[in-house]
Every structure is written in structure tokens, then in C-alpha cells.
């Protein structure tokens, strides 16, 4: 029995010698192709480190978390053999221009011609800090400043802190009428982000805000005075699992992000109330140039029937071609879906068309659920697009997209162009 034990013993030692001698460990990390961004953030946001053993899978997510950064649009590794014990990694990056002018033109609810300027950096100090801001007028002067650190602490801690002062006209509908009220939106936000893993994060914190509405045409009803100032608080929660992988101007995988708010208000014509939604990404590659991409999002709100419900059916939220601000619910329901296939593709620049169709529909203030398949809350619109990429500048997508109408009533559009920068999603 001793003598069994003992073989027993001599094996385990055995193994384990073994896994030791078989552990290469990580003597060096070198980042390439670094110019603005420092090589010792890039350090600081790795799990792979030096001394540790060399994990090919922890690598692979280090390479997606580096190509998931807005200064990086692409990024490789190779490995290279010092001694049977030992290893050296080199990790190459190329960079993206970060800073960027913001700028926008459109018209408003009644045709006033409106225009954004701004300016972001998307890695201040080479540290992956986005700070900045915009002014913008669309008949009311508007601005904001914006401050995102995600890994102002540690490769899992950051902060976001924002203000917005903003105005606009927008429409507030009384049983099938509307009246148009000057909205400002005075904000102080402070957020904590933190990253569970490479997949998971969360982000939570507090807005504090005063909203203003100022009667300036349109019918008026009794139930809603002419002027409000409210003032009140969000608590709000972000959570997101990203599991996409990028080559350039094409996207693959899955990614879903849950928001969650609930305000707080001391005012008599709004309770306190919540608000949620979910947004889900798919996106898969078709062939060499083409790319299929879809968001689902579903979302619902204290079901109150009052004129400041949450949800608004809009050109540059949900449905392209729908129309600016054309009406409201507590709930929402959206499917967005189009092909991107590229037709030009150079080292600096792409051209996609694409063909999409955005399907609605909505949950009347105070409604039931079965709001969402009554025919004349459906809207469906179809349509095709342009995108001019700039492949070395963040998020640098022009697009344009016409809509037309597929399903809806016919009091609602018959179709439109929309333009922005960015992908629609």
C-alpha cells in the first residue's frame, strides 16, 4: 500500500514538473506603430504582462480590447521564441486621427436651418480620453462639454462627467394635435465606468437637470400650462456585453447594451418615473465586401398618458425617413436592418452603398401593450444609402439614406433623406 502511494506521489511531482517546464513565460511586450498613443497606457490596459506565462487566448482578447479603442483601427501580435522557457511579444497597432472637428447641418420642425460645431479628442494625452465639446443653433443657442476617462484609474476604473445647456422647438401632441414649446435642458452628469472583462462593462451614476418648456404655437390645452420649470434627478445604469471583432470599415459578432433610469421630480404634472431600453447588435461578414448589420431594440417607460412621453419616432433616432420629431409613446419597439457592401476600398478611404429597411412601432401614452401591433402604430420604411469611410480617422463614416414609406398611415411621410456622420449604427 506504501509503495502505491508512493508511485501515486511520484507522479503528481512529475506533472507538475512537467507543466512548469512546459510554462514559457513572457520576458518582453514591445507596441509598435504607436505615435500619439503612449506605449505604457497600452501596457497598463494588457492583461498579458511581463513575467507571466504566455496565455495565447488572453492575448487574442488583449488584441480585440486594442482594436475596440477609438486611436486604434487595427491590431496583430506575433510571438517570438527567445529560449524553450521564454518569449517575446511585439504588438503592432495603427492608428486613427482622434482629433475631430463635429459638424452637422439639417433643418428643424419648422424648417429653421440649424447647424453643429464641435471639437472631440479621442485620445487626449495618447491616454484613450475623449474631451470635448459643441455649439450648435437651431433657432436657440446649445452647448455642451464632455469628458470620458475609461481608464482613468486602472485598466477597470474610469469616469465620465458631462454638462449640456440645450435648447430646441419641439412638438408635444394632445390627442392627435400638437403644439410646439422652446425645451431647454440644463444637465450636470457624473458617471463611474467600470470593465468587468473585455466583454463586460458597466457604467452608473447621477444626472441632475432642469427642464424648461415655454409655450410658442400650436393648440393649447388646458391640462398643460403654458410655461413649466422642473427640476429633477436621474439615476441612471449602462450595461453592455460587446463581443465584436473589427477589420477596418467591417464588423462581426454580437453586442447588447441595457439602459435603465429612474427620475426623480416635485412638480404637478409628472410623477416620478422609469425608463429602459435594450439595444441589440448583430452583425455578421458576407463574402469579401459585404457586411450585414442589425439592432433590435425594445424599451418601456412608466406608462403615464401625458405629452413628455420618452420614446420619439424620429429620422436620426430610428426610422429613416419618418420625419423630425413626429410623435411620441411610452414604449418602443424597432428592428433596423441593412446590407453594407463596399464598391471602393483604398488604404485611406471606402465607399459602401446599402440597402436597409426599419420596421416600428409604439405604445401609446397610456396605452396597452397590445399597442404594438395595432396597424396604425406600425411603420414600416425601405430605402438605400451611401457611406464615404475614412479609414484612418475615428468614427469618420459620412452617410446618406433615403427612406420611403413601406407600411404606415397616410398622414405620415412618404419618405426622406437623412444625412450624419457615423454608421446609423
Same mark, same amino acid.
Given at each position: 500500500?506504501?509503495?502505491?502511494?508512493?508511485?501515486?506521489?511520484?507522479?503528481?511531482?512529475?506533472?507538475?514538473?512537467?507543466?512548469?517546464?512546459?510554462?514559457?513565460?513572457?520576458?518582453?511586450?514591445?507596441?509598435?506603430?504607436?505615435?500619439?498613443?503612449?506605449?505604457?497606457?497600452?501596457?497598463?490596459?494588457?492583461?498579458?504582462?511581463?513575467?507571466?506565462?504566455?496565455?495565447?487566448?488572453?492575448?487574442?482578447?488583449?488584441?480585440?480590447?486594442?482594436?475596440?479603442?477609438?486611436?486604434?483601427?487595427?491590431?496583430?501580435?506575433?510571438?517570438?521564441?527567445?529560449?524553450?522557457?521564454?518569449?517575446?511579444?511585439?504588438?503592432?497597432?495603427?492608428?486613427?486621427?482622434?482629433?475631430?472637428?463635429?459638424?452637422?447641418?439639417?433643418?428643424?420642425?419648422?424648417?429653421?436651418?440649424?447647424?453643429?460645431?464641435?471639437?472631440?479628442?479621442?485620445?487626449?494625452?495618447?491616454?484613450?480620453?475623449?474631451?470635448?465639446?459643441?455649439?450648435?443653433?437651431?433657432?436657440?443657442?446649445?452647448?455642451?462639454?464632455?469628458?470620458?476617462?475609461?481608464?482613468?484609474?486602472?485598466?477597470?476604473?474610469?469616469?465620465?462627467?458631462?454638462?449640456?445647456?440645450?435648447?430646441?422647438?419641439?412638438?408635444?401632441?394632445?390627442?392627435?394635435?400638437?403644439?410646439?414649446?422652446?425645451?431647454?435642458?440644463?444637465?450636470?452628469?457624473?458617471?463611474?465606468?467600470?470593465?468587468?472583462?473585455? $466583454?463586460?462593462?458597466?457604467? &452608473?451614476?447621477?444626472? %441632475? @437637470?432642469?427642464? #424648461?418648456?415655454?409655450?410658442?404655437? +400650436?393648440?393649447? !390645452?388646458?391640462?398643460?400650462?403654458?410655461?413649466?420649470?422642473?427640476?429633477?434627478?436621474?439615476?441612471?445604469?449602462?450595461?453592455?456585453?460587446?463581443?465584436?471583432?473589427?477589420?477596418?470599415?467591417?464588423?462581426?459578432?454580437?453586442?447588447?447594451?441595457?439602459?435603465?433610469?429612474?427620475?426623480?421630480?416635485?412638480?404637478?404634472?409628472? $410623477?416620478?418615473?422609469?425608463? &429602459?431600453?435594450?439595444? %441589440? @447588435?448583430?452583425? #455578421?461578414?458576407?463574402?469579401?465586401? +459585404?457586411?450585414? !448589420?442589425?439592432?433590435?431594440?425594445?424599451?418601456?417607460?412608466?406608462?403615464?398618458?401625458?405629452?413628455?412621453?420618452?420614446?420619439?419616432?424620429?429620422?436620426?433616432?430610428?426610422?429613416?425617413?419618418?420625419?423630425?420629431?413626429?410623435?411620441?409613446?411610452?414604449?418602443?419597439?424597432?428592428?433596423?436592418?441593412?446590407?453594407?457592401?463596399?464598391?471602393?476600398?483604398?488604404?485611406?478611404?471606402?465607399?459602401?452603398?446599402?440597402?436597409?429597411?426599419?420596421?416600428?412601432?409604439?405604445?401609446?401614452?397610456?396605452?396597452?401593450?397590445?399597442?404594438?401591433?395595432?396597424?396604425?402604430?406600425?411603420?414600416?420604411?425601405?430605402?438605400?444609402?451611401?457611406?464615404?469611410?475614412?479609414?484612418?480617422?475615428?468614427?469618420?463614416?459620412?452617410?446618406?439614406?433615403?427612406?420611403?414609406?413601406?407600411?404606415?398611415?397616410?398622414?405620415?411621410?412618404?419618405?426622406?433623406?437623412?444625412?450624419?456622420?457615423?454608421?446609423?449604427?
Amino acid at each position: 500500500m506504501i509503495s502505491k502511494l508512493k508511485i501515486v506521489l511520484v507522479l503528481c511531482l512529475c506533472s507538475v514538473f512537467l507543466g512548469q517546464a512546459q510554462t514559457t513565460k513572457i520576458a518582453s511586450i514591445t507596441i509598435k506603430g504607436a505615435q500619439k498613443t503612449k506605449p505604457s497606457f497600452i501596457a497598463k490596459i494588457l492583461e498579458t504582462q511581463v513575467g507571466k506565462s504566455l496565455d495565447s487566448s488572453v492575448l487574442h482578447q488583449d488584441i480585440l480590447r486594442l482594436k475596440r479603442l477609438p486611436a486604434i483601427s487595427y491590431a496583430y501580435y506575433t510571438v517570438k521564441e527567445i529560449s524553450a522557457q521564454e518569449c517575446a511579444i511585439d504588438i503592432t497597432i495603427e492608428e486613427n486621427y482622434t482629433l475631430l472637428p463635429d459638424i452637422n447641418f439639417w433643418t428643424t420642425t419648422n424648417n429653421v436651418f440649424s447647424y453643429k460645431l464641435g471639437l472631440y479628442d479621442y485620445n487626449l494625452l495618447g491616454r484613450n480620453i475623449t474631451f470635448g465639446g459643441f455649439y450648435q443653433y437651431n433657432g436657440f443657442h446649445t452647448y455642451a462639454l464632455n469628458f470620458r476617462a475609461p481608464n482613468l484609474f486602472s485598466r477597470k476604473w474610469g469616469v465620465a462627467l458631462n454638462h449640456q445647456n440645450w435648447k430646441s422647438e419641439e412638438p408635444l401632441y394632445f390627442n392627435n394635435q400638437s403644439a410646439n414649446y422652446l425645451y431647454n435642458n440644463i444637465s450636470f452628469e457624473a458617471l463611474a465606468l467600470y470593465q468587468i472583462d473585455v $466583454n463586460n462593462e458597466v457604467n &452608473f451614476g447621477v444626472n %441632475f @437637470f432642469t427642464e #424648461k418648456y415655454q409655450y410658442l404655437s +400650436g393648440i393649447i !390645452a388646458p391640462e398643460i400650462p403654458q410655461q413649466l420649470d422642473l427640476q429633477k434627478a436621474l439615476f441612471k445604469l449602462v450595461y453592455g456585453y460587446t463581443n465584436l471583432d473589427y477589420y477596418y470599415q467591417y464588423v462581426s459578432g454580437f453586442k447588447s447594451v441595457l439602459y435603465a433610469q429612474y427620475v426623480l421630480t416635485e412638480n404637478d404634472y409628472q $410623477n416620478d418615473f422609469y425608463i &429602459f431600453w435594450n439595444d %441589440f @447588435f448583430y452583425y #455578421k461578414r458576407i463574402g469579401e465586401k +459585404g457586411n450585414w !448589420a442589425n439592432r433590435l431594440r425594445f424599451g418601456l417607460s412608466s406608462n403615464e398618458n401625458t405629452p413628455f412621453a420618452p420614446f420619439a419616432l424620429d429620422n436620426n433616432v430610428n426610422l429613416r425617413g419618418v420625419g423630425i420629431l413626429v410623435d411620441r409613446g411610452t414604449g418602443s419597439f424597432v428592428l433596423n436592418t441593412e446590407y453594407r457592401h463596399t464598391i471602393y476600398d483604398k488604404k485611406w478611404l471606402a465607399i459602401q452603398t446599402n440597402v436597409f429597411t426599419d420596421f416600428g412601432s409604439w405604445r401609446n401614452p397610456g396605452g396597452e401593450l397590445n399597442d404594438f401591433f395595432q396597424e396604425e402604430n406600425l411603420r414600416v420604411y425601405s430605402g438605400i444609402g451611401l457611406r464615404f469611410i475614412s479609414k484612418k480617422v475615428y468614427n469618420a463614416t459620412f452617410r446618406i439614406d433615403y427612406g420611403f414609406r413601406i407600411v404606415g398611415q397616410s398622414n405620415t411621410s412618404k419618405g426622406g433623406l437623412v444625412f450624419g456622420i457615423g454608421q446609423y449604427f
